[in-house]
Nanobody
Framework: QVQLVESGGGLVQAGGSLRLSCAAS????????RAWYRQTPGKERELVAG???????NYADSVKGRFTISRDNPKNTLYLQMNSLKPEDTAVYYCAAYQRGSSLYSTPSYWGQGTQVTVSS
């Protein structure tokens, strides 16, 4: 079983920055933590940023230019650097892991527990 643990969320002022981390552990062979989603009440989870199966990066238009996804493969850790935060970025952020080779746009195999990001105006 794969465990994904997010950290780094919190309360920040608009314009501030946060760096989210997702540590993957367990049976991670052939499993990749490679995407960040977010969810607000009443909405489905939205793909924020992720690595495609081809190694490219996809960002939601709403975060492009402000957020940066990265990963440290030897440490099995995924990051999301969030800059110039806006109140509309407020959400629970989840990291997601996929079977190796699976499409970024498929349903992830594993989810983290989520970390709350709140951006005050």
């Amino acid at each position: 079983q794969v465990q994904l643990v997010e950290s780094g969320g919190g309360l920040v002022q608009a314009g501030g920055s946060l760096r989210l981390s997702c540590a993957a552990s367990g049976s991670i062979l052939r499993i990749n933590a490679r995407a960040w989603y977010r969810q607000t009440p009443g909405k489905e989870r939205e793909l924020v940023a992720g690595f495609t199966s081809g190694g490219g990066i996809n960002y939601a238009d709403s975060v492009k230019g402000r957020f940066t996804i990265s990963r440290d493969n030897p440490k099995n850790t995924l990051y999301l650097q969030m800059n110039s935060l806006k109140p509309e970025d407020t959400a629970v952020y989840y990291c997601a892991a996929y079977q190796r080779g699976s499409s970024l746009y498929s349903t992830p195999s594993y989810w983290g527990q989520g970390t709350q990001v709140t951006v005050s105006s």
